[in-house]
């Protein structure tokens, strides 16, 4: 599936330097929600606001692909903060993470939904595989740092310092019962998030 062509506002944002993921996943995971996606495709760039993401702590997480140490799969996970690590899962889908945390540390986050517009709509990218397949990325992006604006396809930008409500409930598809999934609250009236509740499509897990 092509890339949607989204014709989101350029934010122009303070690009997220490599502080800002060198520090525990939950924290990054909550503090993304609201900050742009940006992602570059020839001359065009797309533009999505995050909207929901989770958090995986590294080698004491058992639902987190470094449990079992270092592998070739998940060599970018031991990498710096805010390097990418993409995944291709069920044969079908791919995933999306950011690397967190110190280095060595292998934490990371996976995105798992965004919102932006189209000329005629908005458009909710909900779940990880979505939101790839919108935004033209799989295992080429594997590895990028997201930290140097312009010379990588993928970065991210500030939300300009606008809080939103935030929602946190256990991870999709994950037993452990932790609250480290994180969503922007449904607002009546609001239109720059989607509110409409859907259930997680299958290969969204981390």
């Not at 997220?16 to 570059?40: D, K, Q, Y």
């Not at 999709?172 to 259930?199: C, H, I, T, Y």
Request: charged share 20%; aromatic share 8%; with cysteine.
């Amino acid at each position: 599936m092509p890339p949607v062509e989204l014709d989101f506002p350029r934010a122009c944002q303070a690009p997220l330097p490599r502080e800002f993921f060198s520090r525990p996943s939950p924290l990054v995971a909550r503090e993304l929600l609201g900050c742009w996606m940006v992602r570059r495709l020839g001359d065009q760039e797309l533009r999505v606001r995050i909207s929901e993401t989770e958090a995986y702590l590294g080698p004491s997480d058992p639902a987190s692909h470094a449990y079992r140490g270092l592998t070739p799969r998940n060599a970018p996970m031991f990498g710096i903060a805010g390097t990418a690590y993409v995944y291709f899962v069920y044969g079908m889908h791919h995933c999306f993470n950011v690397v967190t945390g110190e280095d060595g540390d292998p934490q990371a986050i996976l995105v798992r939904g965004a919102v932006g517009r189209t000329p005629e709509e908005q458009v909710a990218l909900r779940g990880p595989a979505l939101l790839c397949r919108a935004l033209g990325i799989d295992l080429s992006c594997n590895g990028l740092d997201l930290c140097h604006p312009g010379a990588s396809p993928i970065w991210f930008e500030s939300g300009n310092g606008r809080r939103v409500p935030v929602l946190v409930t256990p991870r999709v598809g994950v037993k452990d019962p932790s609250r480290m999934r994180f969503l922007v609250a449904p607002q009546p009236g609001r239109r720059d998030f989607a509110s409409k509740k859907e259930r997680a499509p299958k290969g969204s897990l981390h």
